[in-house]
Structure formats: C-alpha cells, structure tokens
C-alpha cells in the first residue's frame, strides 16, 4: 500500500484572495492527497515550519501579489537550511511566463499558471513525489 501525499498548500505575503488556493486545495483533497491548507499571510518562515511539522511531502504556494521572485526562494532557502530539501516545491498563481524559468533554476519543481486545469496538477504531485 503507497502512502498518502500530503500537501501544505499555503499564501505567503500579503496575498488577501485565495480562491484559488482553496480550490487546488479541494481538488487535491478530492484526488486522495492529505492537504494542510496555512490560511492567508504566512511568512515563508511559517511555511517551512508548518510544512515540517506536518511532514509533507510538498509545499505548493499559490502567489499574486507580484513577489514571486522573493518568495519562492527564501521558502527554498529556508528549506536547505532545515535539511528538508526532499520537500518538492510548487506554485500557481499570476507569475510571468519570464520568470518561470527562473523560479525552476532555483529549486521550483512547477508553476501552475491561471487556467490550468487541476487534475495537470493533481497528475504532477503523483508523478514527481519522492523522486
């Protein structure tokens, strides 16, 4: 029996809207993920200590504000720091297609841009999980 992934899916910065959050959150749930859903605000330094204290094996952070390019990499940083760099790092939200190769060269595993269906997330987390 394979063991449930579980997911923190979080808002970090002063991100207020977090529909969409909210919506991966369910459709992960709904495809028999584990996820711990941080509520509005966090700071990258709550993140990682919720993402290992949960134990989870991804962190999918959902950005519009504009500080992806901050963001992204402290959560990283803070991760090799803590030696939980096996925790797979996604995002979504409005982030430039420019900048995506970017956040990818510094550790991000994926970016889910508006309009992408769910289950393409869903079937990333599946396939890319502890490998």
Request: aromatic share 6%; net charge positive; glycine share 8%.
């Given at each position: 029996m394979s063991k449930t992934i579980r997911v923190l899916v979080a808002k970090p910065g002063l991100d207020g809207h977090d529909r969409g959050a909210k919506m991966i959150?369910?459709?992960?749930?709904?495809?028999?993920?584990?996820?711990?859903?941080?509520?509005?605000?966090?700071?990258p330094e709550q993140i990682v200590a919720a993402a290992i204290q949960e134990d989870v094996d991804v962190i999918g952070m959902s950005i519009l504000s504009g500080a992806h390019n901050?963001?992204?990499?402290?959560?990283?940083?803070?991760?090799?720091?803590?030696?939980?760099?096996?925790?797979?790092?996604?995002g979504g939200g409005v982030i430039p297609e420019e900048d995506?190769?970017?956040?990818?060269?510094?550790?991000?595993?994926?970016?889910?841009?508006?309009?992408?269906?769910?289950?393409?997330?869903?079937?990333?987390?599946?396939?890319?999980v502890n490998k």
């Open positions: 959150a369910r459709s992960l749930r709904d495809a028999g993920m584990e996820v711990i859903y941080t509520g509005l605000r966090q700071s901050h963001l992204f990499p402290k959560v990283i940083k803070l991760l090799k720091e803590q030696n939980a760099e096996d925790i797979m790092v996604i995506i190769p970017g956040l990818k060269e510094m550790g991000v595993k994926a970016i889910f841009t508006p309009g992408t269906p769910t289950k393409d997330t869903v079937e990333f987390i599946r396939n890319n």
